[in-house]
């Protein structure tokens, strides 16, 4: 499905942020990092957890992405002539009225929305009840382009946690509202508190079992800023902040973003065949 060059290992994600973002690192002993960029006025947060395309990280993903395709029936609006297969899992409601209830659904859809949930658990550091997820949404495509997402990302309330099967995705998100505030630059940056938080998956585990999560047994193993890092790495990219600018995510195959504390207007630059999934927490109807 991937090309050689989506493949290769990468130290950091290519990820476009303004200036004034916050950003830090963290490392964990299974290979995962997360990158937590803290935007302007210091209430809206984006989580990228990477898994620096490496084949050991991603396996459960990957056997995630093979029983979505064997057991899910992705369906498309013909009449609309999109792009774009969907399934939609959990509480049905305005715009989702097909939702298949979570008993209904295969286990790879549950063990899916189980996996949203651990990664902002342990890699994003959430507890469960911040992070809740009870409706997953299914985005599938097999050709390259770009379009604009016709609704918003609404993460005011809840976070939303979108996480990429397949070819790499770029992510465009502008925030819908904009405070101007003073925050520190990219120089003044303080690395996360040193910590024993566990974090999370035994690789080995069946997608059927995410439904039944065990207490995890990977720690974290450093913090460090985006500017000790840059000096072994090479620095990410960043522009000049401007009000309203787009930050670019780039997620590859079996990567996470959790967006959180503002709504988004979205666009996806698709470059090839992928599966988004995206769990969120809609009010009951």
Known sequence: MRDPQQRLPLSLPHDTYPASTDVKVASWQDGMR???????????????????????????????????????????????????????????????????????????????????????????EKEKKDAPVNHLSILAWVVAGSQRGRELISAKNYPVLIMCLGCEVVISLTRKSFRRAKMPSLDDLIPLEDGDATGPLELNMDVDSLSVLTSPTVHKVEDVDMEATSSITGKAPTRKAQKGEPILVTLVHGDMLMVSGDNFEYSLQRSGTSILLVGTRKEQP
């Not at 395309?53 to 979505?68: C, F, G, I, Y």
């Not at 792009?83 to 859809?109: E, M």
């Open 34 to 124: 997360t990158l937590t960029y803290t935007l302007e006025g210091g209430e809206v947060v984006l989580k990228h957890v990477f898994t620096s395309n490496v084949p050991s990280v991603q396996t459960l993903m990957t056997d995630l992405l093979e029983r979505l395709q064997v057991d899910v029936r992705l369906r498309r609006l013909c009449r609309e002539k999109s792009l774009y297969f969907s399934y939609d899992a959990g509480i049905p409601g305005k715009g989702n009225a097909s939702a298949v209830a979570w008993d209904d659904a295969p286990h790879c859809i549950t063990g899916a929305r189980d996996l949203l949930v651990n990664h902002a658990q342990w890699y994003c």
